[in-house]
């Protein structure tokens, strides 16, 4: 309940008529169909798209994504040499378009960014972070080395991690001992 009193003072709504409830029962009617309809037509794309292998799923899902209206970018295939060489251009392009804007006197970091998003489509930072990513070493990632399906690890290692910092001979006997029999 509100407490406005424009609200509370307004005048009830009118009653509606016989024929505006039927038209409302109709149309709920309708929308519970419409909506059942839709359901069924989205668990038959389902089993449909279940039943495709990987390459038929993937087409399927484009020709749908191209119906909604969205543009599909087919990637050019040309020669090595060719895409490096015109890559190598887009690169002296960027970098003449930078020298250009510092010798106007309007190089800034976004200005910067903006050229080589609009001669790249990436900017240098962003090169940058996908260079150098970690390579997954597998089952070797950890310390020591792994041969003959056996992990050897030195025992340096082994007393870092284990935290003994004494490096005593224990279990071995000691010289002191010996000496007083």
Known sequence: MSSKIAKITA???KPRSKE????????????????????G???IEKLHESQLSGKERHKYNTEKLKRLGMKVYKKEKMPANMYFA????REERAQKAIKDANDR???????????ERAHLGRTSSEANKHKF?????????GP???KDGVLHISKSHID???????????????????SRR
């Open 11 to 13: 005048k009830a709504p």
């Open 105 to 115: 006197g309007v190089l800034t970091a976004s200005v910067k960014r903006e050229l």
């Open 144 to 146: 020591g080395k792994f």
């Open 160 to 178: 870092r991690v284990g935290g003994s910092k004494s490096h005593s001979r224990v279990g071995k006997g000691s010289k002191s001992r010996k």
């Open 133 to 141: 990513k970690p390579k997954d070493r597998g089952p070797n990632a």
């Open 20 to 39: 505006e409830r039927k038209e409302d029962k109709a149309d709920r009617q309708n929308d519970r169909e419409l909506k059942d309809l839709l359901e």
């Open 86 to 89: 015109s890559q190598r251009n």
């Open 41 to 43: 037509k989205v668990m």
